[in-house]
């Protein structure tokens, strides 16, 4: 007889809830989950608006203080993700070293890396530079850091569901739960990957 719900998710821990949230209470293990899941895309973002390595890491570490200083008065409002404004806040620290270097650039005559990015501090870039393969590993970083709050057969039935693209009714047979308890597997993991990334 199919079990009419999955396993129980495991008791709450610390790591549980909305990531923005435990930021703005200032848990610590919400801070190293932040900068373990966003490091890498920050510094990507940096990377492809011509900022060379040296200058992309200290860029990132004043994106982070600037989160750290400023996450209490953030607020989600429709249409905004914690993670644009993340942008938002790396876009203005890139726009800040475009502002520093086109005086070195006038001053030296300047280099085409920096000119590139003068150009592109010109512009306007509302849209992160996320690559597919960049977004791609921000997830599975998300993925690792929620999967021990998850209970085996609910993992096991949003896994086969969502990566794997199995029919739900085979998952069901297969995990003894009826349909409907492995769309909500599905709906609870996807609801936690969705806190975890901020949003």
Partial sequence: MASTTPFPDRSPTSSEGSLVLRLQRQESLAWHQWVELYSPLVYHWCRETGLAAADAADVMQDVFLSVARNVSRYRTVPGQTFRGWMWTITRNKIRDVARRRSRQVEATGGSSAYQHLLQWAEKDESEEPTS????????????????????????????????????????????????????????????RLRQQLGD
């Fill in 132 to 191: 597919p393969p960049e977004a791609h590993a921000l997830l599975h970083r998300a993925l690792d850091q929620i999967k021990p709050e998850v209970a085996p057969q609910t993992w096991e039935a949003f896994w086969r569901s969502v990566v794997a693209g199995e029919p739900t009714a085979q998952i069901a047979a297969d995990l003894r739960l009826t349909p409907n308890s492995v769309r909500q597997a599905k709906s609870r993991v996807l609801r």
